[in-house]
Each structure stands twice: as C-alpha cells, then as structure tokens.
C-alpha cells in the first residue's frame, strides 16, 4: 500500500522504501535527538531493540541514560513514566504486546488519564504509551488482542492508531511532542508494510481523520490494521459497480466527527470495521456518533463488521476471526440498495 | 548520625524488636535496640514535639468537621502522628512526597494550608494544592500507586543530576498491592534515590496485619530487592526521624532506597463510615492509647527541661489557632463553576467536550431563568 495521506512530505529528498517499524524508529530516533526531555524505556528495547526491531539501534546512539530496558512489569512501567513525566521528562514507554499492557490498566485508568484534571490543570503528563496492537502475525494467545476500546473510553487519554508509514513517523512525533498523554497504539500487522518515504515527514494533525479514498455509494470507517482491508474491499466493489470512499480514522479519541459526517453526508451509507469484538467495542460508539449526527442523511443503519464476540483465536484460526474484505461486501449487501 | 550509613546492609533481616530511640516513660535508650542511631538534639525533638501537637489538634478537628457533615470523608491519622511527622520532617524543602489519603497531617507538617489539603475530602475538586509548589503530590487512593510515581520521579531527578529525593507512604495493606512489589524492585534496580516509609498500623480498614502478610516484619521485605530495611518503633519520633533522616542523606548522597516500616496504630476508625468495635477489641485500642507518640516525647523533653509552661501554652495557642483557621475556612462553601468540569481534561480543546460544556451551560442558564421566572 502506498503513503495514503494527501500533504505531500516536507523535504525534497527523495524517497525510500520505509516500513511502519522503520518509520516508527526514526521518530523515536529523530525526536530524541531534537529533545534531551525525551526518554525511551520497556522491555527489551535496549540491546535487543524491541521484539519488532521500533527502537533498533537506539541505545547505541543516545546511550542507557536516554534508553534502558525496565524490569519486566507493565504497571511499574507506567506507574514511573507518570513520576517522570511529572518531573518534565517526556518518556516514551513500551507496552510490547497489547494484551501484556492489562496490569498497567490501574496505572493508565487512575492516574495517567486523571492527572490533570485533578490537577486543574497544574499537572500535565506528557508520556506516550506505545502498544503493539491487534492480530494476523500469527501470535499465540495473549499476543493479538484489540485494547483500543479500554482507552478510548477513558477520559483523559488520547488515543490515535496510524495505518501507514508516513503517518506512523508523523503521529508519534506529535504524540512525542503532545502535553497530554496519548495511548499510540501500533498495529503490528502493518509493521512491515512497506511505503515511499522522504524523512522527516508531517502528514495531518494526529487528531484529524482522513479520506484515503474518494467514493460515493458508502463510506468505509476503517483504524489500523483495517483500512488496508477496506481499501481491498473498496477495490474489489468496482466490478460490482459500487463506489466505495475510505475514511481512515487514524484518531479514536477524539474522534473527527467533521471529517466523518461530511463523507457519510456525501455517500449516504456507513459501516465501520475493526478487528476488535463487535459487542460493545469501538465500533459501537461509531455507529451510534454517526447515526445520531447524520440520521436524516442516511439510506441505511450503519453496519459493523468486526471480529466475533470470542477472545482472540490462535494462530491457525484467526484468518475465521478477522474481519475480510469479503465479509465487508457481504455486509453491504445486507442493505436494501433499492429502496 | 554516628551511623554509618554508606555501607548498610542488603542481606541481613531488620531487628525483630522495633529499632527505639525512646522508650514509652520517655527515657532514652541505649544499647543494640537503637540499632547504632542516636537521638536527635532537644531543638530538633522540640521542634518535632510542636509539628506533632499541631497536627493532632488538627485532625481531631477536621474528624469532627466531618461529623458535623463539613466533610464527605476523612481518614484520621490520630495515633500516628510520630510515624508521618518523624518520616517527612527530615525531607528536604526541595524534596517529593508521595502521600496517600491517610496522610493529611503530613501535607500540614509541609506547609500546605489547611483549606487546600481539604478540599478533596470536603469534595470541591479532587486535589486542592499546586503539587509543583509544595513539591507534594496529590493523595493517592488506589493503593501502593503513588510508590511507583515517586521512583519514576526519583529516578527523573537522578537522570538530571538533581540531588532530590522523594518519600511515599504506604499502609501495610498496600504492601500486599502488585505496584509496592514493583515500586520497590524498580526503585532498587534503578537506585533511585527513594524512601519508602510503611505505615504499619495493623489493620487495612477491618484486615489485621495477620491476614495481610506471613512475614515476621514488613521491613524483612527490602532484603529480597537489594536494599536495606528497617523495622522502627513508629511512635517513637525519634526514631522515625533519625533512621529516615539517614534514609534521606544516604539516597541523596546516591546510595539508593530504603524501606522503613512504622510499627504504629490507627487510634481513630478507618473513615467516619466505618466501625471499630467490629474488628478490634477496646482493650487493644487502650493499650496503644497508653504508648501515645505524644506523651512519650512530652516526658523526654519535660525530664530534659526544655518544655516549659511557656512553651507548652505557646504550641497549645498555635495549635488552638490553626484549629479555628481550619473551622473557619471549612465553614465557607466553595464557589463552585461547574463549567470547569470540562477546562482540564485535556491541554488541547476537544469539540466533543466543548459540545457538552455548552449544553450544560445552556442547561444552568435556564435553570437560572426558570428560578428568576419564578420570583
């Protein structure tokens, strides 16, 4: 997939291969660089560079004052990025694997998100939270969860999902550079996908959604690992005639309800898609935002397709678990088009 | 402090018998149970002696504020005025405390006014005072979290050469909490400059110390992280004082954290909604009232000739009038502006909460016509 995001990079340069990972390590790199407050730390980041290689090669470079590996345990990883962000340091920590963040929850629910409202304001706590995120690298248990909606329903978190390697560079620096916390989840799927790309590169604000592609039957409301899948989805609809826009959210809280509403506006029809289980997940919130917004506008109920209501499945069965772009058209078939 | 506090112990238990300065006559103690601490000079335990009466009188007044309904909530610290007033007397002004909701009175000893600390317990907005000003964090309510913040500081200062150090508080139920494990494994891995000060005062609301932990100590725990432990008389001011002001040089000087237990006692309930007799017997309750840390020191600083009637009167006075300060700034309702409830969530505006700021502010405007409409 290429670069989906419409500005086009600041720097004449001219373009290289990039992974998501390697985007996501020049940001770290490049922001740690530009700010001595920056400090990177969680398990394995160090020697090893992280279980997917984001902080390869950071600690040769910046030294075990700047990156070190912590002791294995996600609370206490949380719990001091708090102290050290109350003391002006902007650490960026590690989460390794979305299901591994839980015992941080306490942490991240109580403290990281209230911080500043208990405060008034005098407390702000600029730390970043980086979780490997969602399935189909054939993980075993534990290690392909969807914690998005955990976040997203906290007040007080940002949380934002890049899709592609120029957004992933340019989201993290913001989210570096942001004074409020921000949840910067990762999915680990699109790791290794790969884009042209001149560094450093400013892509849309983080808390921005944006059309990746133009349509005008329906509009597809993708994060993540799942915009490649509606992307798939909205090419294959071609041949039945259907033209699909693609909206990648990029930012789940907030969320941009103006860029939402002006493509379901235009196309009339919704569905949203994610990895996650359907009850009570992220897509929830989406459906009912974008129907009580837009009700007189739509032709049809916003549909969901998301993961079954199962915990996540091993390896050899997720391909039955994650939303296709097949079971998206089939889902759009579900509406009455006629009517 | 003739101790020698460069080379203390990583491997070796805390006493069994809680390390004294001063026994409950008010003699002072000499011999292997002061643990080769010595006791303050009288300035110093006058100067204790003064922040501890102080602090009382306030406590008992603010647990009678919150029976007369001044107060949604307020955990008492009667009792154990030597274990946090010893413990955070020996920080530095340009050191971190990390309190819990318990420690009220040791947000006073830090110069913290009265009407600030009370906020959150009166229930205007959940933490009242500039934590950067005080250097004093926000009372934390989940348990043993709060430790974590101060290593995370600790080690913050450490990373910039700052010769800081921070101080939390813990019950002994905390000690059961996954975060004091971690806070106390990070702290000593990293070795920041960290002093943790166990509250020991043998129940979690109604859980006896037994039904928390099967260790002898709660100090015996240090040992399995690498650092030293102490396990003190938590109603001797003396000793809380002198071992944390050793704690405090050592981490500053760079030797790393300490884990010191008070071996102390809730005289009050655990909230005002809770009941005492249920879980403990009145006779125990008179045999700690009979240790009080106040009375101990009192006799000592009598015996020695330095608390005069003078001096007495003039602690009581100023005691008597931070009480009528409190009773006085408690008896004036807040302005509340409920439209701050959306102004600090976030640094940057959000439209979502801009949306409800101004329903419920279309929604308080018309409340106000409606009872304007009504006159």
Same mark, same amino acid.
């Given at each position: 997939?290429?670069?989906?995001?419409?500005?086009?990079?600041?720097?004449?340069?001219?373009?290289?291969?990039?992974?998501?990972?390697?985007?996501?390590?020049?940001?770290?790199?490049?922001?740690?660089?530009?700010?001595?407050?920056?400090?990177?730390?969680?398990?394995?980041?160090?020697?090893?560079?992280?279980?997917?290689?984001?902080?390869?090669?950071?600690?040769?470079?910046?030294?075990?004052?700047?990156?070190?590996?912590?002791?294995?345990?996600?609370?206490?990883?949380?719990?001091?990025?708090?102290?050290?962000?109350?003391?002006?340091?902007?650490?960026?920590?590690?989460?390794?694997?979305?299901?591994?963040?839980?015992?941080?929850?306490?942490?991240?629910?109580?403290?990281?998100?209230?911080?500043?409202?208990?405060?008034?304001?005098?407390?702000?706590?600029?730390?970043?939270?980086?979780?490997?995120?969602?399935?189909?690298?054939?993980?075993?248990?534990?290690?392909?969860?969807?914690?998005?909606?955990?976040?997203?329903?906290?007040?007080?978190?940002?949380?934002?999902?890049?899709?592609?390697?120029?957004?992933?560079?340019?989201?993290?620096?913001?989210?570096?550079?942001?004074?409020?916390?921000?949840?910067?989840?990762?999915?680990?799927?699109?790791?290794?996908?790969?884009?042209?790309?001149?560094?450093?590169?400013?892509?849309?604000?983080?808390?921005?959604?944006?059309?990746?592609?133009?349509?005008?039957?329906?509009?597809?409301?993708?994060?993540?690992?799942?915009?490649?899948?509606?992307?798939?989805?909205?090419?294959?609809?071609?041949?039945?005639?259907?033209?699909?826009?693609?909206?990648?959210?990029?930012?789940?809280?907030?969320?941009?309800?103006?860029?939402?509403?002006?493509?379901?506006?235009?196309?009339?029809?919704?569905?949203?898609?994610?990895?996650?289980?359907?009850?009570?997940?992220?897509?929830?919130?989406?459906?009912?935002?974008?129907?009580?917004?837009?009700?007189?506008?739509?032709?049809?109920?916003?549909?969901?397709?998301?993961?079954?209501?199962?915990?996540?499945?091993?390896?050899?069965?997720?391909?039955?678990?994650?939303?296709?772009?097949?079971?998206?058209?089939?889902?759009?078939?579900?509406?009455?088009?006629?009517? | 402090?003739?101790?020698?506090?460069?080379?203390?112990?990583?491997?070796?238990?805390?006493?069994?018998?809680?390390?004294?300065?001063?026994?409950?006559?008010?003699?002072?103690?000499?011999?292997?149970?002061?643990?080769?601490?010595?006791?303050?000079?009288?300035?110093?335990?006058?100067?204790?002696?003064?922040?501890?009466?102080?602090?009382?009188?306030?406590?008992?007044?603010?647990?009678?504020?919150?029976?007369?309904?001044?107060?949604?909530?307020?955990?008492?610290?009667?009792?154990?005025?030597?274990?946090?007033?010893?413990?955070?007397?020996?920080?530095?002004?340009?050191?971190?405390?990390?309190?819990?909701?318990?420690?009220?009175?040791?947000?006073?000893?830090?110069?913290?006014?009265?009407?600030?600390?009370?906020?959150?317990?009166?229930?205007?907005?959940?933490?009242?005072?500039?934590?950067?000003?005080?250097?004093?964090?926000?009372?934390?309510?989940?348990?043993?979290?709060? /430790?974590?913040? !101060? $290593?995370?500081? #600790?080690?913050?200062? =450490?990373? +910039?050469?700052?010769?800081?150090?921070? *101080?939390?508080?813990?019950?002994?139920?905390?000690?059961?909490?996954?975060?004091?494990?971690?806070?106390?494994?990070?702290?000593?891995?990293?070795?920041?400059?960290?002093?943790?000060?166990?509250?020991?005062?043998?129940?979690?609301?109604?859980?006896?110390?037994?039904?928390?932990?099967?260790?002898?100590?709660?100090?015996?725990?240090?040992?399995?992280?690498?650092?030293?432990?102490?396990?003190?008389?938590?109603?001797?001011?003396? /000793?809380?004082? !002198? $071992?944390?002001? #050793?704690?405090?040089? =050592?981490? +500053?000087?760079?030797?790393?954290?300490? *884990?010191?237990?008070?071996?102390?006692?809730?005289?009050?309930?655990?909230?005002?909604?809770?009941?005492?007799?249920?879980?403990?017997?009145?006779?125990?309750?008179?045999?700690?009232?009979?240790?009080?840390?106040?009375?101990?020191?009192?006799?000592?600083?009598?015996?020695?000739?330095?608390?005069?009637?003078?001096?007495?009167?003039?602690?009581?006075?100023?005691?008597?009038?931070?009480?009528?300060?409190?009773?006085?700034?408690?008896?004036?309702? !807040?302005?509340?502006?409920?439209?701050?409830?959306?102004?600090?969530?976030?640094?940057?505006?959000?439209?979502?909460?801009?949306?409800?700021?101004?329903?419920?502010?279309?929604?308080?405007?018309?409340?106000?016509?409606?009872?304007?409409?009504?006159?």
């Amino acid at each position: 997939m290429n670069a989906t995001t419409t500005e086009a990079p600041r720097t004449e340069a001219s373009p290289t291969q990039l992974t998501m990972a390697g985007a996501l390590n020049a940001a770290l790199r490049d922001a740690m660089a530009a700010d001595d407050r920056v400090v990177v730390y969680g398990e394995d980041v160090g020697p090893l560079g992280g279980v997917f290689r984001v902080t390869d090669g950071l600690q040769a470079e910046f030294g075990d004052e700047r990156i070190w590996d912590s002791p294995l345990a996600e609370s206490g990883i949380i719990g001091t990025a708090v102290g050290m962000a109350m003391y002006g340091m902007r650490p960026v920590v590690e989460m390794q694997f979305d299901a591994f963040s839980y015992p941080a929850f306490e942490q991240m629910v109580s403290h990281v998100a209230k911080m500043r409202n208990r405060t008034k304001g005098r407390v702000t706590l600029p730390m970043v939270v980086r979780i490997p995120c969602a399935g189909a690298i054939g993980g075993v248990e534990h290690h392909s969860d969807s914690s998005e909606t955990y976040w997203a329903s906290t007040p007080g978190l940002t949380v934002v999902m890049p899709s592609n390697p120029a957004d992933a560079y340019s989201m993290l620096r913001e989210a570096i550079a942001s004074d409020d916390p921000v949840v910067f989840m990762e999915p680990k799927s699109r790791y290794w996908a790969k884009a042209p790309l001149a560094l450093p590169v400013t892509t849309t604000p983080m808390d921005r959604a944006v059309v990746v592609r133009e349509g005008t039957d329906v509009t597809l409301l993708a994060y993540g690992p799942t915009v490649r899948t509606a992307l798939e989805a909205a090419e294959a609809a071609v041949d039945e005639g259907l033209s699909i826009e693609v909206v990648d959210l990029r930012s789940l809280s907030p969320f941009d309800d103006e860029t939402v509403g002006a493509s379901v506006r235009k196309t009339s029809r919704a569905a949203v898609i994610h990895e996650a289980a359907q009850f009570g997940g992220y897509g929830a919130e989406v459906a009912a935002r974008v129907t009580e917004r837009n009700f007189h506008h739509l032709a049809a109920p916003v549909l969901r397709i998301a993961g079954f209501d199962i915990p996540y499945p091993s390896p050899k069965l997720e391909e039955h678990h994650l939303p296709t772009a097949d079971r998206v058209l089939a889902a759009l078939d579900t509406w009455e088009w006629d009517a | 402090m003739s101790l020698n506090v460069e080379h203390l112990p990583t491997r070796t238990l805390p006493a069994e018998k809680p390390l004294r300065l001063l026994d409950n006559a008010g003699h002072a103690v000499t011999g292997a149970s002061t643990g080769g601490f010595s006791l303050p000079d009288v300035d110093t335990l006058l100067d204790l002696y003064r922040k501890m009466v102080v602090a009382r009188r306030f406590d008992v007044q603010v647990t009678a504020l919150t029976k007369q309904g001044r107060l949604a909530t307020y955990p008492s610290a009667y009792g154990q005025e030597a274990c946090e007033i010893g413990a955070v007397a020996s920080l530095d002004p340009v050191d971190w405390l990390f309190p819990t909701y318990r420690d009220s009175i040791a947000l006073l000893t830090r110069g913290i006014a009265p009407g600030e600390i009370l906020q959150s317990f009166r229930g205007d907005w959940h933490n009242g005072y500039d934590q950067h000003a005080y250097r004093t964090a926000a009372q934390a309510t989940p348990l043993a979290t709060q /430790a974590l913040h !101060a $290593v995370g500081l #600790a080690h913050a200062a =450490r990373l +910039r050469r700052d010769p800081i150090v921070s *101080l939390t508080y813990l019950g002994d139920g905390a000690t059961s909490e996954g975060d004091a494990h971690e806070a106390f494994n990070f702290a000593a891995v990293w070795q920041t400059p960290t002093v943790f000060i166990v509250q020991n005062n043998q129940f979690a609301i109604s859980t006896p110390l037994a039904r928390q932990t099967h260790a002898t100590t709660l100090a015996d725990k240090a040992v399995g992280y690498g650092m030293p432990g102490f396990h003190v008389d938590g109603n001797d001011v003396a /000793a809380m004082y !002198a $071992v944390t002001r #050793a704690a405090v040089d =050592r981490a +500053r000087a760079g030797g790393g954290p300490t *884990l010191i237990e008070g071996v102390t006692y809730r005289i009050e309930s655990h909230t005002n909604s809770d009941d005492p007799t249920r879980y403990r017997s009145s006779r125990d309750v008179e045999h700690w009232k009979r240790r009080d840390p106040i009375e101990r020191l009192e006799k000592y600083l009598v015996s020695e000739g330095v608390l005069t009637e003078t001096v007495r009167a003039e602690i009581t006075d100023a005691a008597e009038e931070l009480a009528a300060a409190t009773r006085e700034v408690m008896t004036v309702e !807040a302005e509340l502006d409920p439209l701050e409830l959306f102004d600090h969530v976030y640094s940057r505006p959000r439209a979502a909460l801009a949306e409800q700021r101004a329903y419920l502010a279309a929604e308080l405007a018309g409340a106000r016509d409606q009872a304007e409409g009504g006159r």
